[in-house]
């Protein structure tokens, strides 16, 4: 399904401050089948980065992490092998505990965001 908002967003909800950077995560093989071809996990992660971030908006993706904890949520990301950057909408997925450097005046550093258990096929 093509993304409603047009932007990262969990839940329908966009992030106020939009990410550094977006990128598909690699997958492990889990071995070659009996026509030597590699098998993959079906699932993909994602990972989103802020090179620098007020702690107003750190509270904002914390909440985004505490809708997931009793289950899945919906997150708009950049579609998987798009041609275009087209927004698409994954269901069923995780998103893990907020990474955060180091604090500086009111902000913080480095912080990171790992989706996990995105279907592309």
Same mark, same amino acid.
């Given at each position: 399904?093509?993304?409603?908002?047009?932007?990262?967003? #969990?839940?329908?909800?966009?992030?106020?401050?939009?990410?550094?950077?977006?990128?598909?995560?690699?997958?492990?093989?889990?071995?070659?089948?009996?026509?030597?071809?590699?098998?993959?996990?079906?699932?993909?992660?994602?990972?989103?980065?802020?090179?620098?971030?007020?702690?107003?908006?750190?509270?904002?993706?914390?909440?985004?992490?505490?809708?997931?904890?009793?289950?899945? #949520?919906?997150?708009?990301?950049?579609?998987?092998?798009?041609?275009?950057?087209?927004?698409?909408?994954?269901?069923?997925?995780?998103?893990?505990?907020?990474?955060?450097?180091?604090?500086?005046?009111?902000?913080?550093?480095?912080?990171?965001?790992? #989706?996990?258990?995105?279907?592309?096929?």
């Amino acid at each position: 399904m093509i993304g409603t908002t047009g932007s990262y967003a #969990v839940n329908g909800a966009t992030f106020p401050l939009q990410p550094s950077y977006g990128k598909w995560g690699g997958r492990d093989s889990l071995g070659v089948d009996g026509n030597g071809k590699t098998i993959y996990p079906k699932v993909r992660t994602f990972e989103m980065g802020w090179d620098l971030m007020a702690t107003a908006d750190l509270d904002d993706l914390n909440n985004a992490h505490a809708s997931s904890i009793s289950g899945t #949520v919906v997150v708009d990301l950049p579609q998987w092998g798009a041609s275009t950057y087209t927004y698409y909408s994954y269901s069923g997925t995780y998103i893990d505990d907020v990474e955060v450097g180091e604090y500086f005046v009111g902000f913080v550093s480095d912080v990171r965001l790992l #989706v996990r258990n995105i279907r592309t096929n």
